[in-house]
């Protein structure tokens, strides 16, 4: 063979490893992933070598699945389902960035993993779209930490934990934004949850509705989401502990909660010390029913249904107000100029 057929040669060879390399890096299998037992996961990367991003469903389902570090080299996936598996962490797939399944919702689906004890490996995730968050039948789960790194949630499901005690681990600034599913919020079965005022620094779409239900344990269910979203009709609570056993008991709940909002000083006066006329703000006319004036010693000196009174009239001094209105009755003092 002369120089000339062998630098051909070398050419040809050469293109062809690079096509054969090209071919294999990145190479994956088309749609969602599923894989039932361990040996599916233990072949997987001799069969897809240096496969890294599925663009759908990435589903582990199968009680004989114990380890799924084979998956290392996988570093995002449309979604995410881990169900009815035997493992006890998720080394392998405890890195992972959820993308958008071809414009629908994303998931992440964490349901009957009784060996899996808690969901910390989501402190690594990259979470930029909106997901479906399903945690449900986890008999072993004590706490949702892990999941403050997701802040936009399409629906949030909690069901049948056993031992989750409460919804701290979740984001302090939630969004239940929706996405092509209506925004939905489902609590249910959760034995011992007693605490969901994580739920009050939330935010939410109006569209969201809300479920509560069977929670034994549950007894205060007021917070700021609940409230609104039950004010607006769009709710179903029940058979929970008593104070969060049906709607009625929980919007009574949610009045007294505005009353506390009210001592917390949302109902002010002004100005203090006052000279002439005295306003009421921070309650609208509908909300307000009378104003009472003491003196210090308890004497009555007027009542009117007015949110302003001209203390003109009256001597220099400490008065007390009492304001009344539909939520209740709170005292201010004032000074009389």
Same mark, same amino acid.
């Given at each position: 063979m002369n120089l000339f057929n062998q630098l051909c040669m070398k050419k040809i060879l050469l293109v062809f490893s690079l096509f054969f390399a090209i071919i294999g890096f990145g190479q994956c299998p088309e749609g969602n992933v599923v894989f039932t037992s361990q040996a599916e996961v233990d072949s997987f990367v001799s069969l897809y070598p240096n496969c890294e991003s599925i663009d759908g469903f990435l589903i582990v389902l199968g009680n004989d699945v114990v380890d799924v570090s084979g998956l290392s080299e996988i570093n995002s996936v449309g979604g $995410? #389902?881990?169900? &009815?598996? #035997?493992?006890?962490?998720?080394?392998?797939? &405890?890195? $992972?960035t959820i993308t958008s399944l071809n414009g629908e919702d994303s998931f992440i689906v964490i &349901?009957?993993?009784? =060996?899996?004890? &808690?969901?910390?490996?989501?402190? %690594? !995730?990259? +979470?930029?779209?909106?997901? +479906?968050?399903?945690?449900?039948? =986890?008999?072993?789960l004590t706490s949702l930490d892990g999941a403050s790194s997701i802040s936009e949630f399409v629906t949030i499901y909690l069901e049948n934990n056993d031992v989750l005690t409460d919804l701290d681990g979740l984001n302090e600034n939630l969004n239940i934004s929706g996405g092509v599913q209506n925004p939905y919020l489902y609590l249910s079965e959760n034995a011992i949850l007693s605490d969901i005022s994580r739920l009050n620094t939330a935010q939410w779409n109006p569209a969201l509705t809300l479920e509560i239900t069977n929670n034994t344990q549950l007894t205060v269910c007021e917070n700021?989401?609940?409230? #609104?979203?039950?004010?607006?009709? #769009?709710?179903?609570? $029940?058979?929970?502990? @008593?104070?969060?056993?049906s709607i009625s008991e929980v919007i009574m709940a949610c009045e007294n909660l505005s009353l506390v909002k009210v001592? %917390?000083?949302?109902?002010?006066? !002004?100005?203090?010390?006052? @000279?002439?006329? $005295?306003?009421? !703000?921070?309650?609208?006319?509908?909300n307000f029913e009378c104003l009472k004036i003491y003196s210090s010693n308890g004497q009555k000196i007027i009542e009117t249904k007015t949110m302003r009174y001209d203390m003109s009239v009256l001597k220099a001094g400490i008065y007390f107000l009492e304001i009344t209105t539909i939520f209740g009755s709170l005292t201010k003092l004032v000074v009389k100029e």
């Open positions: $995410l #389902s881990i169900t &009815d598996t #035997s493992l006890e962490n998720m080394q392998g797939l &405890d890195a $992972l &349901d009957n993993n009784p =060996m899996l004890q &808690d969901i910390l490996f989501l402190n %690594n !995730y990259i +979470v930029n779209v909106p997901v +479906v968050f399903l945690i449900r039948d =986890m008999s072993a700021n989401l609940v409230c #609104s979203i039950l004010n607006d009709n #769009s709710g179903i609570i $029940l058979n929970n502990a @008593s104070g969060c056993n001592k %917390n000083n949302l109902i002010n006066i !002004y100005p203090n010390p006052v @000279s002439d006329v $005295l306003f009421i !703000y921070g309650l609208n006319n509908e």
